[in-house]
């Protein structure tokens, strides 16, 4: 149980220095420490297409994958894009920082990121 | 979007705020009045073009982003039980 | 605000590990403790008891059992047993029922409390000190509220007095008017679906030596407007009459009973708590005299309302309470300003809201109407026409109101009834439009707001059918009325 609490010591202080991340419940964070810090991208890809589906009904019956554009694929404009990314920002317990959020405009884009991201879990 | 590149970037950081912040909004009610209000808003304002509209409706948009991110604080600190539409877990 | 409250988390810690230490846990755990509290800029120690439970089974069968020594058992029996049926089963869901009473009141906005605190944390000064700056800045913030509130209904500013609520307001209209003007005058005029308080007070001005005209309603809730003009006396000083019905929500022509009122010069107040900043109205256009509102109706804080008494031509009243001689004199005693700028908020997202907040609500009201209204036997109360799409009154015939709201724990609602819980007597303002006990027992008002949204019409809307259906079933004139018996022609025998 330490050994986890002290894993995720690095996520806790980055959390603070983050302009909105003052409203997180310690306790919630805690109870997420049974999972690894590394995904795999087969996981995190479901996940992301989980958070989709719930996001926008249409999307649910086409097939997400990597090659999965926001705006072309899922027809999203730049405030959906935006809003899908607060969704599975909540979903992986992370938050993209503005410039790498802007810059990712597909599935794939955003499961590298994540993949990438040893926070995320 | 007409709206210039900067900007626009800058409106999308906005949203992004808003969204997030109506996100941790204990209340049920107050969440979900938020986070609508933020959508409608930003999408009705989508063709504004004059650039002093613009700059009037973002002055506008920050007094509101921090009544927003003082009250999702606030009620985090007083909280009630859910409401029989809630689920309990998110997942 | 960030730095102020990074402060906050930085004391927590310490709490934290106080609570803990004292638990008997180990001191690793406790600096475990604290490097999570550092995590997040607020954090709030887990000793402190900040959730607030709402046990509303317990509050359901506590409320029964009170009600159970003066109500029939057998209705009392089935309300018990739908109870059990009235939960969702699974646990996954919360337990706090949805709020649907909006007539009662409505949940104060995040906006409105914004506005309210500084006055509880900085701004403390009496507003009506003028020889310093502690007074003139809660001054200024009490003008700017008042400036709200009169935009509004299209008012000057100087022509709002504050009062403690709608209450106070309708007492001083009805009080004040006919007191100042009793040596010539000494007739009033109201209806009978008035707001108790508006009756009340009329009945006691009859006690004055006053007479009171009560006009009927129609059956869609309507007054007729030859009526009120056949009323009409040379010593009549005062029509009240209410702009929008609290259990009904049916919408009076103001507009014509304004012209009435002028032509007759006679003063024309009405009662606005239901209808300020939810439908148009323009004091001026629709000459208006007097105008009583509420701040908690339109979100605001509670225990603040307002009155409007026109300036041209002068409305003169004796003042109910005296005192320092604040508001013209009208409402002595220091005003309260965080109230007084929570509800000038208030009325300035009312009227920034409206177009949205108009459209929200005539939606899931019209849903809410619907879905309802396709049960077999019920009757939308009041007109279909002339209504605040807020409110809604339905009777569900065959189910006794009572038992329905028993069996609805998952809902806060009232019945049109808006009995207190010492009384069961149905509501006068469904007798006054022609409703018998029977239907007047069953109906249940529903109240859509601006935080309403359209998963909770959705469950009401179901909830509802269900337990209707389930009540039904428990009752033996629903058998007689589904065998196709006629009710009307059976002659009950007594015991």
Redesign the interface.
Known sequence: M?RS?FRA?PA??R??GMR????????S??SRFYASSTLSKDEITTRIADVIKSFDKTAAAASITGETQFSKDLGLD??DT??L??SI??EFDIEFP?KV??ELKSVGETVDYISNNPEAN | MPVAGSSKVQILHMYKEFIRNSNKIQNYNFREYFLRRARESFRANKNVKSPEKISELISEAEKDLGVLKRQSVISNMYTFDKLVVEPLKKR | MFKGLSFVSRRVPVLGSVGYARNGTTLANAAVQRRMYASAKVALAEDLTLETHTDNQTAAIEQANERGAMANPEVMDSGMQSLQHAYRESGDYGTRPIYLDMQATTPTDPRVLDTMLKFYTGLYGNPHSNTHSYGWETNKEIEKARNYVAQVIKADPKEIIFTSGATESNNMALKGVSRFYKKTRNHIITTRTEHKCVLEAARAMKNEGYEITFLNVDPQGLVNLQELEAAMRPETCLVSIMAVNNEIGVMQPLKEIGELCRKRKIFFHTDAAQAYGKIPIDVNEMKIDLLSISSHKIYGPKGIGAMYVRRKPRVRLDPLISGGGQERGLRSGTLAPPLVAGFGEAARLMMKEYGNDSAHIRRLSDKLMNGLLSIDHTILNGSADHRYPGCVNISFAYVEGESLLMALRDIALSSGSACTSASLEPSYVLHALGKDDALAHSSIRFGVGRFTTEEEIDYVIKAIRERVDFLRELSPLWEMVKEGIDLNSIEWSGH
């Open positions: 330490f609490v010591a806790l202080t959390v603070s909105s991340g003052f409203v997180k419940p310690t306790f964070v805690a730049s405030l935006v809003e990314l607060v920002e909540e503005d959020a802007d």
